[in-house]
């Protein structure tokens, strides 16, 4: 698989530069997710503009790295412009997968995402001590 990879603090954005996805990639394409989820990043972005297809096998993988990010509160994008590329996988109805035509649009998406979580998050606290406020009065 010939990719380039790029870390920040908040996502991993790869780069494919294949043209198809499909079994040949697959198996390197999850070894380096799980890499990605044991180093701490739930949020990947991969830019598969010059990809042209995707098979099966393809699916199954992006579909499994896609709920393995969602696990982890995180996003999947898939950077492309390929309306073919982008029927094929809404089609395949890959659960949380999104899919943008920039990087900077999925970088948005991460951070986006990423202040969701954190109001969700302050939510589920105000949540807590209210709830334990009414017991107390019990």
Known sequence: MNYTIEK?????LIR?????????????????????FREGYSN????????QGVDQ???TSLRKISRQ??????????????D???????RANIGDLTILPTVEEAVD??????????????????????SSVGRADV
């Open 109 to 130: 998406a991460v951070f986006m995402n990423e202040l969701e979580n954190d109001f969700r998050s302050e939510d589920d606290d105000e949540y807590d001590a209210e």
């Open 84 to 90: 073919d590329l982008i029927d094929t996988l809404d």
């Open 8 to 12: 920040t603090e908040r996502y991993a």
């Open 44 to 51: 990947i972005i991969v830019d598969v503009a010059p990809v």
């Open 16 to 36: 494919l530069a294949e043209n198809q996805f499909d079994e040949t990639l697959n198996t390197t394409f999850e070894t380096l997710s799980r890499n990605l």
């Open 69 to 82: 990010c969602a696990n982890e509160l995180g996003l999947l994008v898939l950077v492309t412009k390929n």
């Open 57 to 59: 096998a393809g699916i």
